[in-house]
């Protein structure tokens, strides 16, 4: 007896242990990573991963933790790093001997940035951020640092730097690796394509009877098969996304006395540097107008003007030419200098010696800057640097008010940027503390992305492959009964079967059904005898989905289909997205939580700004 109640404490204490790790295994999403995480105190707190700080190292664990809570940036990692891992390892240890313009190529330098290993590394912490641990836990950045020591060959100093100085400088080395790895897969495509080529190519006349009995090399047909469709430069005709942090911009000048426009070239950037005006406040709009304003710049040497000041100066050698001979070619020359001024200002003609430039007019132009191509994350850096010739450099304390959707472009290329973090800036121009401000974002894998996935074994949309068998969610009261309108239809290879008529088009409606008949078939009473029968009533392959749909109205006279029907608008059963205003105020390893009204108050020290682009069907919810 006294074994009694401790054998019962025993079963449960069992049986509490047992359901909580049932729940654990089949539900870990939300106890851990749902939206159920956030909702006590003591869950958010241990909802991320920390960087300790040995040796002034926070401008590192800002740039880290900022560069952590970039999904696009996350989903660029994994697909370059996949597909190095996927491809031949030929591809990227292979090396030119001379570039396109025919230099001499460092052949140390492009093999590192080909094996991209500031991607894998940078890949690698960044996987270790995104971590949902269930407790504290604090990681060291110093994986990473001997990564970026080993790519440029050089120490980095443990004393104050700069968070933006760090963040270009890996932001760089990332579309550099890219670009790298794009060219080397180029120069490979080219190969095969010229060896299939060589393969492939028709037989001669001369050859002709003995290329009837050869045939071609199953391996050659593979290669040329399997490799990617290359135009003759070597470029593949896929799509690429490319590096996400990159964009370009051109500056488009205009001659203010000739209207003439040189072809604008464009300049990559991965970070747009903005200067903050010296005034108590200010607005990150202000910023942008004056980075992107129209600017007016004395003493240009304008192309078409310079020809135009040639064409003048050959007049005047026509007038004071005796010989025929010299007017002749005095007149050749103004007819080539007018052909490249009407043609192409920026070439002049080689055949002619054109007046020294420095007698050459200076005219006043207009300058435009203009984004061409928007990056998928936007990083903007404010700087706050003021520079005085007679004292030392000082910090620039102006309060910046910043939006948290911020839309940039024209009307026609108008985009969305959703602020996705932040770093700030706590101290003097030549020492302080950095921080990061990081939205509360799930990404993939451990945001359930086969959520809304259109396609694939965890889609929300139906398969589009008929289903032989019939459908399990039709229930006894969707036979027909002996009022309903039943077609038999006869096939010798799958078997009978029984198909609502109502059912074969999607759009087909209770007003549309024939009149019911008033002999019923014996099938479709073996029908209503055993609704689960082989015999039952089955869709057709036509419209193999049913689809609930509330009940309707239903005429006199029609069949009583009961709550299904057979086509409904489904876009009103998705569960709108949720605006996460929940924040990470991430100090090295200290870790709180805020919110969005919190974020936008840091307008005294906000240094670095993080925006994603907003897609379209993100933006419409």
Same mark, same amino acid.
């Given at each position: ?168 400088? #890996? ?11 794009? &060219? ?35 391996? #050659? ?119 490249? &001024? ?154 009978? &079967? ?124």
């Amino acid at each position: 007896m006294p074994d009694k109640p401790l054998t019962v404490l025993t079963y449960a204490a069992s049986a509490s242990l047992a359901a909580v790790a049932l729940v654990y295994l089949f539900s870990p999403n939300q106890l851990i990573d749902g939206d159920s995480s956030t909702t006590s105190a003591s869950t958010r707190k241990k909802g991320i991963v920390g960087l300790v700080n040995p040796a002034n190292d926070c401008f590192i664990n800002s740039v880290l933790q900022s560069l952590a809570g970039l999904g696009d940036l996350r989903l660029y990692l994994i697909r370059e790093v996949h597909r190095r891992s996927l491809d031949s390892e030929a591809i990227y240890t292979s090396v030119p001997a001379k570039d396109g313009h025919g230099k001499d190529i460092d052949a140390t330098k492009l093999l590192s940035l080909q094996s991209g290993e500031v991607t894998q590394g940078l890949k690698s912490i960044l996987d270790q951020l995104n971590e949902r641990p269930i407790y504290k836990k604090t990681i060291s950045a110093q994986s990473f640092i001997n990564v970026l020591e080993h790519a440029f060959a050089t120490r980095i100093s443990r004393t104050q730097q700069d968070a933006q100085e760090l963040l270009q400088i #890996v932001a760089e080395r990332l579309a550099e690796e890219y670009e790298a790895g794009k &060219r080397a897969r180029q120069r490979v495509n080219k190969v095969l394509l010229n060896n299939a080529g060589e393969n492939l190519s028709p037989p001669s006349e001369a050859n002709d009877e003995a290329s009837k009995t050869q045939t071609l090399d199953p391996s #050659v047909v593979a290669t040329k098969l399997l490799a990617p469709l290359s135009t003759a430069d070597g470029s593949t005709s896929e799509t690429e996304d490319g590096f996400p942090l990159q964009g370009q911009t051109e500056a488009r000048v205009e001659c203010q006395h000739c209207h003439f426009v040189p072809k604008p070239a464009p300049t990559s950037f991965v970070m747009l540097n903005l200067m903050v005006p010296q005034k108590t406040t200010t607005t990150l709009n202000e910023c942008f107008d004056a980075h992107f304003k129209t600017e007016y710049i004395d003493d240009y040497k304008c192309d078409r003007c310079r020809l135009d000041h040639a064409i003048e100066t050959l007049e005047q050698e026509l007038v004071f030419a005796k010989s025929k001979e010299q007017k002749d070619v005095v007149q050749k020359k103004i007819k080539h200098v007018r052909r490249a &001024r009407d043609t192409d200002p920026e070439k002049p003609p080689e055949i002619v010696q054109l007046p020294d430039i420095r007698h050459a007019p200076k005219r006043k132009v207009a300058r435009h800057v203009q984004i061409t191509k928007f990056p998928k994350v936007l990083i903007i850096h404010l700087s706050r640097s003021m520079f005085d010739p007679g004292s030392y450099s000082q910090k620039n304390s102006a309060k910046l008010s910043f939006p948290e959707r911020l839309p940039i472009g024209g009307i026609l290329n108008r985009k969305n940027y959703k602020l996705l973090g932040l770093v700030t800036h706590k101290g003097t121009h030549n020492s302080g503390h950095y921080e990061t401000f990081r939205r509360q974002h799930l990404y993939p894998p451990t945001s359930k992305p086969h959520v809304k996935n259109d396609t694939g074994p965890y889609s929300a949309s139906a398969t589009p492959n008929a289903s032989n068998q019939a459908s399990p969610q039709l229930s006894g009261n969707l036979v027909a009964s002996p009022n309903d309108n039943v077609n038999i239809q006869e096939d010798p290879i799958v078997g009978e &079967r029984a198909s609502l008529t109502s059912f074969a088009s999607p759009t087909a409606s209770t007003d549309s059904l024939s009149a019911p008949s008033t002999r019923p078939t014996s099938r479709s009473a073996a029908a209503e005898k055993s609704p689960g029968s082989p015999h039952g009533i089955a869709m057709s392959l036509a419209e193999p989905t049913t689809v609930l749909s509330p009940p309707q109205e239903v005429k006199p006279g029609t069949p009583n289909l009961g709550r299904y029907s057979t086509s409904m608008d489904l876009t009103r059963f998705k569960r709108k997205k949720k605006v996460s205003d929940r924040w990470w105020r991430i100090s090295d390893d200290k870790i709180k939580e805020c919110t969005t009204l919190d974020v936008l108050s840091m307008q005294k020290d906000v240094y670095l700004l993080f925006y994603e682009m907003e897609r379209v069907e993100s933006a419409m919810l």
